[in-house]
């Protein structure tokens, strides 16, 4: 079982799973684990249950011959991104949205073929991509997205200006569209709860429906911009909007 990767998965799937929003109804114990930065089998029971999460992390850990779908690589790769995207062929990428998580059945036909004539021009099976290129909310709720949803949705990043114990203040950027497209606005200040007191005023962290994730190093905020990036350069293709 790998600790390390079940630990930074749970901080990034706690906080929709907190609200409801995704994973089983199972909030006090993901909640209790992320708090203490406890990880055993009922942390990974727990996100197995995950409807959009798991398969994610199943693909990128097959296609890449990694046992465990947990393994800090993988769980990077997904909510991050990194290179072990790149080794996803496209026909499994398909398969992948419309089998195994059902979307031909969950969304409008010509909706799914939008999405799916983005996979060969650079889609890749990244958080990002799901929430900018799946019109409906990741989990179990099958109702649009809106910009407000999408931005807490998104693994946003922002550096860290003032530090109190039970949140933080960041300076990082909001989603907003503007002339049918998405985008980052730059110079917002965000108040992010924290269960750590560890983060100091200069760090940059990662942050997932108002709560903060994990102290990012330079080589993974480099790698959080970039497939965030790509992203939101295929949301923005004007024919497949």
């Not at 398969?55 to 993988?74: H, M, Q």
């Not at 949205?97 to 031909?104: D, N, P, S, Y």
Request: aromatic share 10%.
């Amino acid at each position: 079982m790998n600790y390390q990767g079940l630990k930074l998965c749970s901080k990034y799937a706690f906080p929709p799973n907190s609200l409801s929003l995704c994973g089983p109804q199972k909030q006090s114990e993901l909640s209790w684990y992320t708090k203490i930065g406890k990880v055993d089998r009922g942390v990974k029971e727990i996100l197995t249950q995950f409807s959009t999460l798991y398969p994610y992390l199943c693909l990128i850990a097959r296609e890449n011959k990694i046992k465990d779908p947990f393994d800090s690589r993988v769980v990077e790769a997904y909510w991050l991104g990194n290179t072990l995207l790149h080794s996803i062929p496209i026909s499994h990428f398909s398969n992948h949205i419309k089998e195994t998580l059902g979307l031909k059945k969950r969304i409008k036909r010509a909706e799914l073929e939008k999405t799916l004539q983005k996979l060969p021009l650079g889609a890749l099976p990244h958080h990002a991509f799901h929430v900018m290129n799946i019109y409906i909310r990741t989990g179990h709720l099958g109702i649009p997205h809106t910009i407000e949803t999408m931005d807490a949705c998104l693994i946003n990043w922002g550096k860290v200006v003032d530090v109190h114990p039970t949140f933080v203040i960041v300076n990082t950027q909001a989603l907003i569209e503007s002339r049918g497209k998405l985008h980052f606005q730059n110079g917002k200040r965000r108040k992010i709860q924290t269960y750590s007191r560890s983060f100091v005023v200069g760090d940059f962290i990662s942050y997932h429906w108002g709560w903060a994730c994990e102290r990012l190093t330079a080589a993974k905020l480099r790698n959080l911009i970039f497939y965030t990036n790509r992203s939101f350069g295929l949301a923005n293709i004007p024919s497949l909007q």
